[in-house]
Structures are given as structure tokens and as C-alpha cells.
């Protein structure tokens, strides 16, 4: 007679989002439809992230994912997650810079990922909440995590906003388009278009450099442009998607080389910080980070932007203590 004693049981990945907002909520949305994990949506607004798991529960028939979401507003229920993604946090609003959102949104988030951490110990954690290469390192630093389970969405929006104004620029399609973005996420960040291609063309071979600059200037500030559009918040649906990109990355071993924000220990002539560069993501996390051979102005950029991060760092040195 067949049995099934010495089977393990099945343990399906969990993902845990702290932050129900548009971010957190169209992610959770991108999750599960792609099946890629069970999620936890939490929040400190009661009734809201359960508002919002019930609505894609009810979903699930009609898209016929099998995934389960629940909402929540105690930590408990993100117990064991493999990934624990923050959101939550000051959203940005017309006028404001990724820095003016600091003072507030460090607060939130060293008390997150304490948090988080201290109910899933071996998660990979994102953290989304800007500034984000700072909120990343002081995530990093309380959550005492080893660097390489710790990363900031940054690279693959600002990337895939490069990436979709040279499809715009030259009428073709953004798969054809490849672009990569190192450097803070803010107006420092550095589009570097000798390593963006149209189907393997540097677009230094298809564009003037007049247009280049127009279309770096546009990308670096691309998060502000839809802010004043959308007056009362910040875009959603690209950088849900770009969180979802480095989850599946994480889940499925995929190994995929993505501009994140990861800690940095000499690459780029880098020290102690947190900033956007290629890196191969996998399961483990951060597997490895390239240097990309930059000029010595994308260099001196670089550094700017590095410097720009790590003067925000200091303000918090009570923080990390």
C-alpha cells in the first residue's frame, strides 16, 4: 500500500507587503496573478489591506490564479515570509524631493524592518519607501540582516523609464530597448547611454547628443513628472511592476542581472553605502555586483550622487544605533 508519510509538506512561498497604498496594493495584485507567492498585504490602517485582499480573493475566478492573499494589521501574520517588500511610508507630493520625505519616512521604516524581521529571519527584503538608497541602508542597519538579503527598487523603474522614453524618442517598440540607470534614485542618477541599446545599437549610434540629454534629463526626473500630474500622489503601476520583476528574480533563482540599489564595498571605488548597480539576483539574494567601465565624467557623477546619499545617511546615526 502507497503512503505519503515520509512526504514533506508543502511550504508555498509567502511574500509580505507592509504598506497598503497604490504601491503596495497593485504589487500584491501583480503577485498573485503571476502566481508567484502567497502574499501578506499589512498595514496599520485596520480594514483596509483586509478591504483589499478580499477584492482579489474574489477575483481569482474570474482570473483563474490559485494564489492566496490575506490582509492583516499584525506582524504575526507575516511570519516565515521568503521576501518582505516595504512600502509603507510619506508619499510624495508636488513640490517635494525624495529627501524632503527623509525625517518621516526613517522612522517608519527602521521600525518596519525591525519588525518584519524579527518574525521572518531569513527573508530577502526590498525596501521601495524613498529616499530609497537611504531607507535602504538604514533598513540594513537595523534589521541586521547580511548585506546581500537586503536592496532597494531603484535601478529597474529609473532603467525602464530610460528605457520607454528612447522607445518613445525613436518609434520602436521597448522590447527592442535596453537601458541601464546606475546611481541614487533621485535627480542625481546616472542613465548611462553608451550601455543603452536598440537591439544591441548603442543609442549613441542612433540619436544626437542634444536628444540624449533631453531624454537623460526627462528620466531623472521622471518620478516627478507624474507627481505633477497626478497632484495627491506618486506613479504605482511602473514601480510595482519593476518590485514584482526582483521577486520573481528572488523566487524563482532566475540569476537575472537588474539594476538595484545594493550595498556597496569598493565597487565603483564605493564604500559603505547603498546605490544603484547591476546586479545578478537570485535566490539568495544579491549574488553578485558588476562593474560597468565608466568614463571618468560618469565616474565623477557617480561619486556625486554617492556623496548626495550618504550626506542624507548622516542625519540618522541615532537610528542605527
Excluded at 521604516?109 to 521601495?128: D, G, Y
Excluded at 519607501?129 to 538604514?138: K, Q, S
Excluded at 542634444?210 to 511602473?238: M, N, P
Excluded at 564595498?265 to 555586483?289: H, M, N, S
Aim: hydrophobic share 45%.
Amino acid at each position: 500500500m502507497t503512503t505519503f508519510d515520509n512526504i514533506p509538506a508543502y511550504h508555498p512561498n509567502r511574500v509580505s507587503i507592509i504598506g497598503s497604498g497604490n504601491v503596495g496594493s497593485v504589487l500584491a495584485q501583480r503577485i498573485i496573478e503571476g502566481s508567484l507567492a502567497d502574499v501578506v498585504l499589512l498595514d496599520i490602517v485596520e480594514g483596509r489591506p483586509q478591504g483589499i485582499a478580499l477584492d482579489l480573493m474574489e477575483a481569482r475566478g474570474v482570473h483563474g490564479y490559485g494564489r492566496h492573499i490575506r490582509g492583516a494589521n499584525d506582524y504575526n501574520d507575516t511570519a516565515d515570509s521568503d521576501v518582505v517588500v516595504i512600502t509603507a511610508g510619506l508619499a510624495r507630493k508636488p513640490g517635494m524631493s525624495r529627501d524632503d520625505l527623509a525625517q518621516v519616512n526613517a522612522k517608519i521604516v527602521t521600525e518596519v524592518a525591525k519588525q518584519a524581521i524579527a518574525h521572518s529571519p531569513n527573508a530577502r527584503l526590498i525596501i521601495v519607501t524613498n529616499p530609497l538608497d537611504v531607507m535602504t541602508y538604514l533598513a540594513w542597519r537595523t534589521s541586521g540582516l547580511p548585506p546581500d538579503r537586503v536592496m532597494g527598487m531603484a535601478g529597474v523603474l529609473d532603467s525602464a523609464r530610460f528605457q520607454t522614453f528612447i522607445a518613445m524618442e525613436l518609434g520602436v517598440s521597448p522590447m527592442d530597448v535596453s537601458a541601464m540607470v546606475l546611481g541614487g534614485h533621485g535627480d542625481l542618477m546616472v542613465p548611462l547611454p553608451k550601455y543603452s541599446t536598440v537591439s544591441g545599437i548603442p543609442i549613441t549610434e542612433l540619436l544626437d547628443a542634444d536628444t540624449i540629454r533631453k531624454l537623460v534629463d526627462r528620466t531623472r526626473h521622471g518620478g516627478a513628472e507624474i507627481v505633477q500630474f497626478l497632484k495627491t500622489g506618486g506613479a504605482y503601476y511602473a514601480p510595482a511592476s519593476s518590485i514584482c520583476v526582483m521577486v520573481e528574480a528572488i523566487l524563482r533563482n532566475q540569476k537575472r542581472i537588474l539594476p538595484i540599489s545594493a550595498y556597496l564595498q569598493g565597487q565603483y571605488q564605493l564604500q559603505d553605502l547603498f546605490l544603484g548597480a547591476p546586479c545578478r539576483l537570485g535566490w539568495q539574494g544579491v549574488e553578485t555586483i558588476l562593474e560597468l567601465k565608466l568614463s571618468e565624467a560618469e565616474q565623477q557623477a557617480l561619486q556625486q550622487s554617492a556623496d548626495s546619499v550618504r550626506q542624507t545617511i548622516s542625519q540618522f546615526a541615532s537610528l542605527m544605533n
